[in-house]
């Protein structure tokens, strides 16, 4: 049997980059994978999506450049070569991922893998000893036993669809939902969002939230909030769905319907019960702050110990495990973690809202920046606005919610401030580029603060 110092099961991105990270720092390390290295965000989640809703966006402004008469033409395209452009981003990455865990001398087994007792793992009938065992198995799609689920695709389907489909019904108003109905609805296909909730992103800055759901309703995406699904039934060639709403029920016709549901934990080769594994009652893997379960040497990062379902959340969680099995010390407190929703425009946040803010004890005063006074919004033509959450008695910054073009790149500049609890002396400090989309939130900082001076 042999041994080593680390033992990571699943490649996505929490556990390969823990893999490549513990090697470099001479760790003798065995990554175990079933499927495709990269795990869901490289080949059927993050990147993927991200290619189609970026291909979606640029023809949407190439339509409102059409509209304006500054183009002629908003031209056709080929959903066909989307998909193969996709497909070749997916490859590179994963080619490079797996470029680098060879580099670092990181072993890799293909096969599915299974945890047993004292840090053991089986796959193809051998034995692998760990001094640590990391769990990152992830998440895998959630499935609602409606009658007619089977007729449904989940987002793997969806990102994989040959062809456009004409129609389309989306079960769930959550990130994934709403990221592949925006980029669809972009492409041409008629999207029904059918969510159960009274509203979309409810833990959200609600006028933020609002301002996205006008957005999709304006692109023609009919959004039904507080209605339940009852049922899929197909007949003369197409698919219906069957739906609860204000105690009456009604239907809508598609080619295709997206079960968005959410995802759950992947405990797939863990026997939680025979191995005395804590989980919590959504079966996500307990942990403390640095990633440990309750078994000795044994430590879960990413999806399968809930929190955050993001990869950038897995790679910080793969962090604090690595320092605490290095050093037995356990990291520092975590930088807050920014949440994005690649809709048209996109969405994002870092950090507390108003209404979380007052439930935390705080007295906030919101603050807000409108893209259309910004000389690089209107030079690019985006539109959008900048929120921006603070403390009246600390003057220190609480949370920042921007929608609009390049708010998952501006939400870095306000999970420094967040994490950093930027006052009202150091925004009026600080020095941005001109011009630049990122003036936005120093402005809506200071009109938190009631000091904005507006510079076009």
């Given at each position: 049997?042999?041994t ?5 099961l ?6 390969y980059s ?5 090697a470099?720092?001479?760790?003798k390390v065995a ?8 795990g869901?965000?490289l080949n ?5 999506t ?9 023809m ?7 509209d304006r008469?500054i ?6 395209f ?18 490079g991922?797996?470029?680098?865990l ?6 890799v ?6 945890l047993?007792k004292?840090?053991v793992v089986?796959?193809g009938?051998?034995e ?12 895998v799609?959630m499935t609602?036993p409606?009658p007619g689920h ?6 793997t389907?969806?990102l ?6 004409r ?8 990130v ?5 109905a ?8 008629e999207i029904?969002?059918i ?8 833990r959200?800055?609600?006028e ?12 023609g ?6 209605a339940k699904?009852?049922?899929?039934e ?8 069957v739906?609860?709403?204000d105690g ?13 549901v959410g995802r ?13 594994l804590?989980?919590s009652e959504?079966?996500h893997?307990?942990v403390d702050?640095a ?6 040497g ?18 910080a969680?793969?962090e604090?495990a ?11 407190d975590r ?8 809709t048209n425009?996109?969405f994002a ?10 439930e935390?004890?705080f ?7 409108d893209?259309?006074?910004n000389g690089?919004?209107?030079a690019?033509?985006?539109?959008g606005?900048v929120?921006?959450v603070?403390?009246?008695a600390t003057?220190?910054?609480?949370g920042?919610?921007?929608?609009g073009?390049?708010a ?5 500049f306000?999970a420094?401030a967040?994490d950093k609890?930027?006052t009202?002396?150091e925004?009026?400090?600080m ?8 003036e936005?939130?120093r402005e809506?900082?200071l009109?938190?603060?009631g000091?904005a001076?507006h510079?076009?």
């Amino acid at each position: 049997m042999e041994t080593f110092d680390i033992l990571v099961l699943g490649g996505g991105p929490g556990g390969y980059s823990l893999a490549i990270a513990a090697a470099k720092k001479g760790q003798k390390v065995a990554l175990f994978e079933k499927e495709h290295l990269g795990g869901t965000c490289l080949n059927v989640g993050c990147i993927p999506t991200k290619y189609l809703v970026d291909k979606a966006n640029a023809m949407e402004k190439v339509r409102s450049l059409v509209d304006r008469e500054i183009f002629r033409d908003a031209g056709s395209f080929s959903f066909r070569k989307i998909q193969k452009g996709k497909g070749e981003v997916t490859a590179k990455l994963v080619g490079g991922v797996q470029f680098l865990l060879k580099k670092c001398g990181v072993t890799v087994i293909n096969g599915e893998a299974s945890l047993e007792k004292n840090r053991v793992v089986r796959c193809g009938g051998q034995e692998y000893k760990g001094k640590n065992v990391v769990i990152a198995t992830g998440s895998v799609p959630m499935t609602v036993p409606i009658p007619g689920h089977e007729l449904t695709i989940d987002s793997t389907g969806a990102l994989n669809l040959e062809r456009l489909p004409r129609r389309m019904v989306v079960m769930g108003g959550g990130v994934i939902g709403l990221e592949l109905a925006s980029a669809f609805a972009c492409y041409g296909t008629e999207i029904t969002i059918i969510e159960m909730l009274p509203s979309l992103l409810p833990r959200d800055q609600k006028e933020a939230a609002n301002m996205v759901v006008s957005a999709l309703k304006k692109q023609g995406i009919r959004i039904l909030t507080g209605a339940k699904m009852l049922r899929v039934e197909k007949g003369n060639g197409a698919l219906r769905a069957v739906y609860e709403l204000d105690g009456k029920q009604d239907s809508v016709e598609a080619d295709q319907v997206l079960m968005a549901v959410g995802r759950r934990p992947n405990l797939s080769g863990i026997d939680a019960e025979d191995l005395g594994l804590k989980l919590s009652e959504k079966k996500h893997i307990l942990v403390d702050g640095a990633q440990r379960t309750n078994l000795k040497g044994v430590y879960a990062i990413g999806d399968v110990a809930g929190g955050i379902q993001l990869a950038h959340a897995a790679y910080a969680e793969g962090e604090a495990a690595l320092t605490h099995i290095l050093t037995g010390k356990a990291p520092k407190d975590r930088a807050p973690v920014p949440s994005c929703v690649y809709t048209n425009p996109c969405f994002a946040s870092v950090g507390l809202n108003t209404d979380s803010a007052k439930e935390a004890g705080f007295d906030p005063a919101l603050g807000t920046f409108d893209y259309s006074a910004n000389g690089m919004a209107l030079a690019e033509g985006a539109s959008g606005r900048v929120f921006v959450v603070a403390d009246k008695a600390t003057k220190q910054t609480l949370g920042v919610t921007i929608v609009g073009e390049n708010a998952s790149e501006l939400i870095a500049f306000g999970a420094l401030a967040v994490d950093k609890k930027l006052t009202l002396e150091e925004w009026e400090r600080m020095v941005v580029a001109h011009p630049s989309l990122a003036e936005m939130v120093r402005e809506a900082a200071l009109d938190a603060f009631g000091a904005a001076v507006h510079k076009a």
